[in-house]
């Protein structure tokens, strides 16, 4: 299915990008990056950032998101997300992103993602992406 953007998830796609260049993936050489839009219009971005112990690699989504609340901005304010990666035809956010976006997203954000085919650009819902989350806020 084939998305169109507005300026402004078009933008935060192009901030997606040039967060994805600061990766740390030497592992599975699978670069992403995330850009977060924030009440305020600021932009944050995050990329994923692996390590040898394979299990502590942190999501580009969740550095966005970890960055963003440790400079002091309000948790479930967040408007938008956008998330890149080059390296798939689009990109899925993982399991345990979908539930970090689920609790620190504004609850009406939109999470936009795209690979390496522009043509299947998704935008998702929190709902669509955990339905029925555990969120008791
Ligand atoms: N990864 C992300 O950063 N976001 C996603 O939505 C999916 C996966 C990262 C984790 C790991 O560094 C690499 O991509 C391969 O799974």
């Known amino acids: 299915m ?8 078009q933008r935060l796609i192009e901030a ?16 992403v990056g995330a850009a977060l839009l924030c009440a305020d219009g600021e ?6 950032v692996e390590n040898i112990s394979f299990g502590l690699t942190n999501c580009a989504e969740r550095s966005a998101l970890f960055a963003a609340i440790s400079r ?5 304010t967040f408007k938008a997300m956008a998330v890149y990666a080059p390296k798939v035809e689009l990109i899925s956010p993982c399991g345990a992103c ?9 609850p009406d954000a939109l999470i936009v993602c795209q690979g390496s085919d522009p043509a299947a650009t998704r935008v998702w819902t929190l709902e669509q992406l955990l339905p029925g989350a555990f969120n008791h806020l």
């Not at 979908?98 to 504004?106: D, F, G, H, P, T």
């Open 43 to 48: 932009v944050i971005h995050g990329c994923n």
């Open 98 to 106: 979908r539930q970090v976006l689920a609790e620190l997203m504004a």
């Open 2 to 9: 084939s998305e169109q953007l507005s300026s402004e998830q």
């Open 16 to 31: 997606a990008k040039a967060a994805a260049q600061a990766t740390w993936s030497p592992y599975s050489n699978f670069p």
């Open 72 to 76: 002091g901005m309000a948790p479930r």
